[in-house]
T-cell receptor
Framework: GAVVSQHPSRVICKSGTSVKIECRSLDFQATTMFWYRQFPKQSLMLMATSNEGSKATYEQGVEKDKFLINHASLTLSTLTVTSAHPEDSSFYICSARVGDRSTGELFFGEGSRLTVL | LAKTTQPISMDSYEGQEVNITCSHN???????ITWYQQFPSQGPRFIIQGYKTKVTNEVASLFIPADRKSSTLSLPRVSLSDTAVYYCLVAADTGRRALTFGSGTRLQVQP
């Protein structure tokens, strides 16, 4: 099946630094990717929709200047957490769909656990 | 998007059949019902999707009554490795749009 890969799987950084997380579709092209955040024992919360070649669409309450999303190619979307603070510590997950089907599954990456000290 | 309601948690033993029911009273005509499984520190994994009646694949069955206001995920003969959180999602255009996750059901399988 289709594979979505995230890197890094774990990252620890100091408060105030920026961290970039990559999401790649390994065997298919993804014009749209989605970024989620998940806190411990909670459900996934959609942060933004990443569109190849255009600006991302952010969900209400998500700061676009803090969570920078770039989708420069059909196989790569990046999420940069700028000036990270401890409250940004979370599990970040990306997902992508295959092709242009109106039904079917979204494929999810393995997730990236960010810890901000 | 249709709101879903699932039990917060369920317990079972190895070898038993587990049925997780999800309520979605305001499901729309174009909505599909999709179930995902998530292990700790991993991304969700697609289990099964259906629109009406019954769907079966190699890992699960999905039962959907005629009114489609609920659905039941059936896991035959669970093992310890089935311990996970199971999410029921209802949405149209599932291949194009992001999915909104509810609280999910935390299944604990005991030996």
């Amino acid at each position: 099946g289709a594979v979505v890969s995230q890197h890094p799987s774990r990252v620890i950084c100091k408060s105030g630094t920026s961290v970039k997380i990559e999401c790649r579709s390994l065997d298919f092209q993804a014009t749209t990717m989605f970024w989620y955040r998940q806190f411990p024992k909670q459900s996934l919360m959609l942060m933004a929709t990443s569109n190849e070649g255009s600006k991302a669409t952010y969900e209400q309450g998500v700061e676009k200047d803090k969570f920078l999303i770039n989708h420069a190619s059909l196989t790569l979307s990046t999420l940069t957490v700028t000036s990270a603070h401890p409250e940004d510590s979370s599990f970040y997950i990306c997902s992508a769909r295959v092709g242009d089907r109106s039904t079917g599954e979204l494929f999810f990456g393995e997730g990236s656990r960010l810890t901000v000290l | 998007l249709a709101k879903t309601t699932q039990p917060i948690s369920m317990d079972s033993y190895e070898g038993q059949e587990v049925n997780i029911t999800c309520s979605h009273n305001n499901i729309a005509t174009n909505d599909y019902i999709t179930w995902y499984q998530q292990f700790p520190s991993q991304g969700p994994r697609f289990i099964i999707q259906g629109y009406k009646t019954k769907v079966t694949n190699e890992v699960a069955s999905l039962f959907i009554p005629a009114d489609r206001k609920s659905s039941t995920l059936s896991l035959p003969r669970v093992s310890l490795s089935d311990t996970a959180v199971y999410y029921c999602l209802v949405a149209a255009d599932t291949g194009r749009r992001a999915l909104t996750f509810g609280s999910g059901t935390r299944l604990q399988v005991q030996p």
